[in-house]
């Protein structure tokens, strides 16, 4: 047996005061703290040694005596300092109990996610590529911005399919909502590119949304949500808070245009989601 230092690569474990380990076979001297030094060698500090300072002059140091257990204490367990992982002892595994006490490491992904959104800050339009500046300065500002897969080449190309009736199926929406001018305003998630391909920019998207002073988005279709690296599971008619925005998620907007059940059901949804969050 042998009381070997732990190593930098425990240092959660050192941070918590766990300094040594208890090896089930005996180590080499260099690593050893219980082996005895060779001749002219200065002795490795053994463990205790960092509690256990010089006594002062004038002051007599306790003996050994005053550090060994009474007998009547002698079949009583160790007591382990709370917030310490427990030490592993060379007789076995450690218990289902000690698992339980030793703390866990720091998960990666979600953290790291986590500190990520929290350190997120809007990139500023001049730094974005030409084609997002030249759309910034096209866009009205508002309270809440509309956003769909295709948005992008909607704004952009005359003959996009389908632009005339997704055109008329937001006359008739925004009409139907009744909010006044200024309320709401329409960004895209992607643009399209030399070759008319859409391109997504997740970070100039939601960098836009706090240039024009959006407090709210609504995303139709899962396409544009992920688009906009939404994290988290996709259902339509939910909202939730990202980036310091409310964020609703709908069904895509060619998918509703010509039903009427979900229209009226996404127009009941947006009433009460609105009510309460647009200023009166």
């Given at each position: ?24 076979v005996?180590?080499?001297?260099e ?29 007599s ?26 030490v ?15 703390p ?69 929406l ?10 709401h ?81 996404m ?11 647009l200023?009166?």
């Open positions: 047996m042998a009381f070997a230092s732990v190593s930098p690569l425990a240092a959660p474990w050192q941070r918590l005061g766990l300094r040594y380990l208890l090896s089930p005996d180590l080499p001297p690593l050893s703290l219980t082996a005895e030094p060779a001749a002219g060698e200065a002795r490795p500090p053994r463990l205790g040694d960092q509690r256990s300072p010089a006594p002062q002059a004038g002051v140091a306790p003996s050994r005596e005053a550090y060994r257990p009474a007998a009547a204490s002698a079949n009583r367990p160790p007591v382990r300092p709370s917030g310490r992982p427990p592993r002892s060379s007789e076995g595994p450690p218990t289902a109990e000690a698992r339980r006490e030793a866990l490491p720091p998960s990666g992904g979600a953290a790291d996610a986590a500190r990520a959104e929290a350190e997120w800050r809007p990139l500023a339009p001049a730094l974005w590529p030409a084609p997002w500046q030249e759309r910034l300065a096209r866009t009205r500002p508002g309270l809440v911005a509309w956003t769909y897969w295709t948005l992008g080449s909607d704004l952009c190309d005359g003959g996009q399919p389908g632009k005339a009736e997704r055109g008329l199926f937001f006359r008739r925004l009409q139907d909502l009744g909010h006044p001018q200024g309320t305003t329409f960004w895209p998630v992607c643009l399209p590119d030399a070759g008319g391909e859409l391109r997504a920019d997740a970070g100039i998207f939601w960098s836009g949304l706090q240039a024009l002073k959006a407090r709210g988005v609504i995303l139709m279709g899962s396409a544009a949500a992920r688009a906009a690296a939404l994290p988290g599971k996709l259902e339509p008619l939910s909202h939730r808070v990202f980036r310091g925005r409310r964020v609703w998620i709908l069904r895509d907007v060619d998918l509703m245009r010509d039903d009427a059940a979900r229209y009226d059901q127009l009941a949804f947006l009433q009460n989601a609105l009510q309460s969050f200023p009166r």
